[in-house]
């Protein structure tokens, strides 16, 4: 899990980054690896119940794979600079994470205009003035941003690997859902957080191996 936490249920630590003040949007990401191998790493203090035991909870023993994303992850902004990942965890077999696109920084002419409107007054509110669905249609369209930070993600890591001759492979699609309020954020937040703990009744990113939901 990455070091910065939310505050105050795991709230995002800064005013700027709250979903509704961004041009972009908010998204919970889950991505899995082919047919689940634990490529990424193993669980440690939750079969044997050395947790309870020890005192200790449960960690992920992450593989070089595994650190690769991490660090990835951590620094998401060095190589996209309009997205920022402020809470993410790294399972054996998957990975979640909050995602930020922010649509002043996105690499293209037209893609803050709504954005401008909004900060010259000629435009609704973002923050509750503008209709939910069109705010829904807002966020939505910075998907492609999206897909393009998790799929270079997904491809240096992949390249990591074969550099290093492990035959690894990720699915083919990620699961992402907009992310539509702060209640949603806190509980999104928590799940992130209680990953590890609750890794031995959840073992494919949420839900089953449909992966993804909570």
């Known amino acids: 899990m990455s070091a910065d936490k939310f505050k105050n249920k795991y709230r995002i630590p800064t005013a700027r980054a709250i979903w509704y003040s961004y041009g972009g949007g908010a998204y919970f990401i889950t991505v899995c690896t082919r047919d689940y191998g634990h490529f990424l790493g193993e669980i440690t203090g939750v079969e044997t119940g050395r947790a309870v035991e020890t005192g200790r909870a449960p960690s992920l023993q992450m593989t070089a794979i595994g ?33 930020f696109i922010d649509g002043d920084k996105t690499p293209y002419m037209r893609r803050n205009a709504i954005a401008r409107a909004v900060k010259t007054g000629r435009a609704p509110s973002l923050r509750g003035e503008m209709p939910s669905n069109e705010k829904m249609q807002q966020i939505d369209s910075f998907k492609g941003w999206l897909s393009v930070a998790i799929g270079g993600i997904k491809s240096a890591v992949t390249k990591f690997a074969h550099d290093n001759g492990i035959d690894f492979a990720w699915q083919t699609r990620f699961h992402d859902r907009i992310i539509r309020d702060q209640d949603a954020m806190n509980r999104i937040a928590d799940y992130i957080k209680n990953n590890i703990v609750n890794w031995k009744i959840d073992r494919y990113g949420g839900g089953g191996k449909d992966g993804g939901r909570m």
């Open 67 to 99: 650190q690769f994303l991490y660090d990835n992850l951590k620094n998401v902004t060095a190589h996209y600079p309009y997205a920022e990942i402020p809470l993410f965890v790294v399972m054996p077999n998957h990975w979640h994470a909050i995602v």
